[in-house]
C-alpha cells in the first residue's frame, strides 16, 4: 500500500510527507453532505486549527482522522485519508490501534470515575501494561506534558472530581498521552474555560508540539490565531483557504475568509 506519492525510505517509511493526507474526501450522513471535496495536509509536529462558523464540518474532519463516525449510521464517505503514508480506510486496518495512535479530547471534560493516577493510567492499563515502574513512568510523563503536574503530584490518589474545570480538561489531556499517541486532536477542549485555565491549556499545546502532530478545533478566532501554524477555514462543508496560522490571519486569500476573521460576518 503506497501514500499518495509513494516515496518511502529504506526501511517503508514515507520521506518528507506530511503527518497526515486528507484527499477528495466527501462524507454525508442520512444523504445531507457534510463534508464536500476537502483536500489538505496537516504538518508533523506543529498545531493545524481547523475553524469556521458552526455547521462547517469542522468537528466532522477530526472525527473521520479517528474513525469515530464509523459508529454511526447512514453515513457514506470517498476519498481517502493517510497517516503516515498508510490509507487508514484501507481494508484490513486495525481501528483500535489506529485510535490509539490518534487521540482525541472533547469539549466537556469528562474524567472517569476514580482518583487521578486512575484517570491517566485507565488506557495503559486496559491494554495489559502492569509494570509499576513503566506505569509510574507514564503517569509522571503525560501528567508533566499536559502542563499538570505541578498541581496534582500531591493529589495522585485523591478523587479526579475535585479539580478544577481546566485541570480536568489538562487531566483529560494527559489521558490521552498515557496511550502514546502520534496525533491528537482537541474538539472546542477550552470552549468551557476561564481565560486563565484557557492560556493553561494553550500553553500546553505549545510543549506538546515538539512531541505530536495537534488538529484543533478551536472555540473562537482570537484563539485560532493564538495557537495556529497552520490554518483552514472552512464554511458550509467546504474547505475555503488553508495555509500558514500567519498568513490566513493577517493576510487571507479568499474574501471570505478576510471577512470571517474581521468579524464582518459570523
Known amino acids: 500500500m503506497s501514500s499518495p506519492t509513494g516515496a518511502t ?27 464536500r471535496d476537502i483536500s489538505m495536509d496537516i504538518p508533523r509536529n506543529a498545531i493545524t486549527v481547523v475553524f469556521g462558523p458552526a455547521g462547517g464540518g469542522k468537528t466532522t474532519i477530526l472525527r473521520l482522522i479517528n474513525r469515530l463516525n464509523d459508529m454511526v449510521d447512514g453515513t457514506e464517505m470517498t476519498g481517502e485519508i493517510w497517516l503516515d503514508g498508510q490509507n487508514i480506510y484501507a481494508p484490513g486496518v486495525n481501528v483500535s490501534q489506529l485510535r490509539r495512535r490518534v487521540g482525541m479530547v472533547f469539549a466537556l471534560p469528562l474524567p472517569l470515575p476514580g482518583t487521578v493516577r486512575d484517570n491517566v493510567l485507565y488506557g495503559p492499563r486496559l491494554a495489559g501494561l502492569r509494570d509499576r515502574s513503566q506505569l509510574d513512568q507514564i503517569l509522571v510523563e503525560s501528567l508533566t506534558r499536559a502542563a499538570i503536574w505541578d498541581e496534582v503530584k500531591d493529589r495522585l490518589d485523591r478523587p479526579a472530581s475535585a479539580l478544577s474545570g481546566g485541570q480536568q480538561q489538562r487531566l483529560c489531556i494527559a489521558r490521552s498521552l498515557a496511550l502514546r499517541p502520534d496525533v491528537l486532536l482537541l474538539d472546542e477542549p477550552t470552549s468551557g474555560l476561564d481565560p486563565i485555565s484557557t492560556a493553561k491549556v494553550e500553553e500546553s499545546l505549545f510543549r506538546l508540539k515538539e512531541h505530536y502532530t495537534i488538529v484543533i478545533v478551536p472555540h473562537s478566532v482570537q484563539q485560532a490565531a493564538r495557537v495556529a501554524d497552520m490554518a483552514a477555514f472552512f464554511l458550509m462543508g467546504e474547505l475555503v483557504e488553508c495555509g500558514s496560522g500567519t498568513t490566513l490571519f493577517t493576510t487571507p486569500r479568499n474574501r471570505k475568509t478576510e471577512d470571517y476573521v474581521t468579524g464582518r460576518f459570523g
Open 9 to 35: 525510505d529504506g526501511v517503508g517509511q514515507p520521506q518528507g510527507l506530511p503527518k497526515i493526507q486528507i484527499r477528495n474526501v466527501t462524507y454525508s450522513y442520512e444523504g445531507e453532505v457534510a463534508l
